[in-house]
């Protein structure tokens, strides 16, 4: 066992992780095989766009005829399976990126339904949801209304089609990781399924996903199975680990113009917004997402494979099918929780000798501790951990640029609740 030379794991944890190794052999499988079509979906795009080295260059002032910007744009839009798309630097976060989208469709008046119950913690300031927040969509008059989930925590369709039947929507709004939530992520399947019921009972209704950490788990895209609009962030899945910031938004080209028109000013749009060098991180990242999420999603059936051994209740197990690259991992109670985080920490690449503690995080209702080594600041992609101080006591956890490195995260996690006396094992 090499992890031996170099980190001291106790021999029970060492049985187990072979135990862990052995079980996921078949999944690891179908995951280079996923890994394997949407590398060469990626290649193929940037063939088919003719990405040169002049691509790479880059853009300043107003960023007019950034040619290596508007072919990166048509290569992220293939890669979706959709019409258009928006790929920038200046998005600062996902959640910056998703109120961009939701504000270039929505106007005054207008009602957004989410079909998924309610969104995790930053966005809800965003639609104003608890409260009339300045500068929320409901401070700009658009309401906002949802569909809470069934007990298993699956989309309820029945209460979607009559809610669409007996109200006029502007938009569905999909949100397909679980969020601070114990509830399933929605497979490509599961998204199809509420598209087809959100266009049967309202055909004129948008459909939008926030396609958040679901980037390449699968073969296909929300685009390709009915979504009108999908955003993500470039610091998760779709960067690759390389790009530094960014995000996206890719769908029909009529939505895509009206957020192109919200992320600059109306009447100019996609036109300008200098690349200023950022043109090869972001077209690096991209090409290296599809073996970067594969990596991420090994990490996460091993995660969730160990811990069940060890124990513990997980979600998704490590056999079921993945729509993102979340593994929740119940852990039962804050010191758990914490030696958790900290244990993984210790593993991580950058800043392995902080320590984390749990914090009023802005946009959170509850103390957070992250744990969070990375290359670039809260870059989930990277082995990264986080949870709210809150029952069940679960870790949320994703990410991992490559699989060795991110196995010896999850082995010194583990090694640090069994040294604290919170995991116990004979």
Not at 108 to 134: A, K, M, N, Q, W
Request: aromatic share 8%.
């Amino acid at each position: 066992m090499n992890i031996t030379n170099f980190f001291n794991i106790d021999e029970r944890l060492l049985k187990f992780n072979a135990k862990a190794l052995e079980k996921c052999t078949e999944q690891f499988k179908l995951i280079d095989d996923i890994a394997e079509f949407n590398q060469l979906k990626v290649l193929s795009s940037f063939i088919r766009n003719g990405v040169s080295e002049a691509s790479m260059a880059g853009s300043t002032g107003y960023g007019y005829d950034d040619r290596g910007r508007d072919v990166l744009e048509k290569v992220m839009a293939e890669c979706m399976g959709a019409e258009d798309a928006l790929m920038r630097h200046s998005f600062a976060s996902g959640t910056h990126t998703l109120t961009v989208a939701l504000f270039g469709i929505l106007r005054p008046g207008d009602s957004v339904l989410c079909v998924t119950g309610r969104p995790y913690d930053t966005i809800t300031g965003v639609f104003g949801i608890d409260e009339v927040t300045d500068g929320s969509l409901a401070d700009f008059g658009v309401k906002y209304n949802e569909i809470a989930l069934k007990a298993d925590g699956t989309p309820d369709i029945e209460a979607i089609k009559k809610e669409l039947t007996n109200k006029k929507y502007k938009l569905a709004y999909i949100q397909r990781s679980r969020g601070y939530s114990l509830r399933p992520s929605l497979t490509i399947e599961d998204i199809e399924v509420l598209c087809k019921a959100i266009k049967s009972a309202s055909p004129d209704t948008y459909i939008m996903v926030d396609n958040c950490y679901g980037e390449f788990v699968q073969k296909k895209e929300p685009c390709e199975v009915g979504a009108d609009l999908v955003a993500g962030s470039l610091i998760k899945n779709p960067g690759g680990g390389i790009a530094p910031t960014g995000g996206y938004i890719a769908g029909t080209h009529e939505l895509v113009e009206k957020c192109a028109a919200r992320m600059t000013c109306p009447g100019v749009g996609r036109e300008v917004g200098a690349s200023l060098g950022h043109s090869r991180e972001l077209y690096m990242g991209l090409f290296a997402a599809p073996h970067t999420v594969g990596e991420a999603v090994k990490t996460a059936v091993y995660a969730a494979t160990l811990f069940e051994l060890l124990g513990y209740e997980v979600t998704p197990k490590g056999d079921e099918i993945r729509g993102d690259i979340i593994q929740c991992l119940t852990l039962g109670d804050e010191a758990s929780l914490v030696a958790f985080c900290q244990g993984m920490q210790s593993g991580a690449p950058v800043d392995s000798f902080v320590v984390p503690e749990p914090w009023d995080m802005p946009g959170y209702t509850d103390k957070v501790i992250m744990a969070a080594g990375a290359f670039t600041l809260g870059a989930s992609i990277e082995l990264s951990a986080d949870a709210p101080l809150r029952e069940p006591y679960a870790a949320w956890m994703q990410g991992g640029l490559n699989f060795h490195s991110a196995k010896a995260g999850i082995l010194l996690a583990a090694q640090k609740m069994l040294s604290g006396g919170t995991l116990k094992i004979n």
